[in-house]
């Protein structure tokens, strides 16, 4: 593959921002913003990796390549790595690919069940214990037992979707794991299950939320037939398959140092590191673009046992990105018990000019938004990744790289420039910001704003920060 990355490349002309204080931050990083005509949606996307073995088994579109993620350690000369926003481990399984110790936080616990597996089945698991555990497993769905204390627990986004033999086998599936005593066999098999449950559902993800069929028995304005469902063990058992398959090629590419997985989030976890820990850094953090995950991932968090009370305090903890969050900030301040240091990030945030240039305008436009929501949701995201981005600052050694993939947003027809934002932010918090690497095609704002604003591209960019000498 071409390498993604040369330094002599020419920035390229952008028109600025109408609001002068986004125009002066652009023309304060002009010469950074440059087109990347190496970098393409396929490596920044989900889309690189849909094919590749273990990280085909398990649905998770929100990450990055494994390509891209290679160029970035090789780029930044990684010996210790980190991705703060981990997702299904893509990061961290490439880190240890190379031989790289690596360590993952990520907040939804099935990111992090998808990457302990693929590091499993990688590194000493062997295949006849899987394919016996895997045997067994269809073997006691077919027995038919009834497993009722392991039951679904429905939450309220969630009632209806199996049919009622679906649900029995679903509950034999989850008896038999949780009795299982190898730590390594668990994930594998959790994985296998949780891989298949839109397949045999009444759902299909769209976007944030669930699509139903109705013969889920909900009221539904959009209809959808998916067809004949396969049995949940039917489904399985190829997906149990598929895994087998890929064990021989996981162990050839993937075996590597074990990562540390942290079940968490990055905005309290990232201040259990220890200072000048890591030397690079590739992350891709949620976007401000109002998804929700708990959402999108319903099933699979119920089949894990969040109930609604659960998975309501799980979309709050996420970093805010819906209309939904509230604000973060006394709870930060508790947790860390560390005032004057909160007290800068959250004077960074106030003082940012280009930011508070946007939420002014639409404060001022409130009545006209489709949701007025939007104004906290900005404001929450950017006090958040500004916390995220101060403690890079300090886990991150001298001489070290970021590598941030993002996208820039845009409401009411007003542009967002979070790569500007989030890159100032880092050059307050003891980074350079080397390069913003942009695709050459951007993305299109919404429908709803292209009738009424025109259409227009916003930036979809990579930022490259380096820690400065202390």
Known sequence: MQTLFHDDVAPAPRALHSGSARADLQRRFARRLQVNPQLSRKLVSYQGNKGAVGFRWLKYKEGFSTALVRQFIERGQGTQVLDPFSGAGTTVLTAMSMGIPATGIEILPLGTLAAQAVAYAANGLPLAAFRAAAHALLDAIAAGDHADEYALKHAAITKGAFPAGTGREIANARKFIARMAEPALAPMLNVACLSVLEEVSYTRKDGQFLRWD?????????KLNKGPLPSFATALATRLQQMMQDFPLLKEHYAGPLPTFITGSSLTELQKLDTGQFDCVVTSPPYANRYDYTRTYALELVYLGYDDVQIKALRQALLSATVENRCKR??????WGDAPALERVFRMVDQQAALQEVLTILRDCAAELSNRNVITLLENYCTEMAVIVHELGRVVRAGGRVFMVNDNVRYHGEEVPVDLILSDFAEQCGFRCA???????????????MGRFGRREIRKCVYEWVKVDE
């Open 214 to 222: 109705p013969r889920s028995g909900r009221t539904v304005s959009t």
């Open 435 to 449: 390069a913003i690497w942009m695709l050459q095609r951007g993305k299109g704002n919404s429908s709803q704003q």
């Open 330 to 335: 006394a709870g930060l301040c508790a947790a």
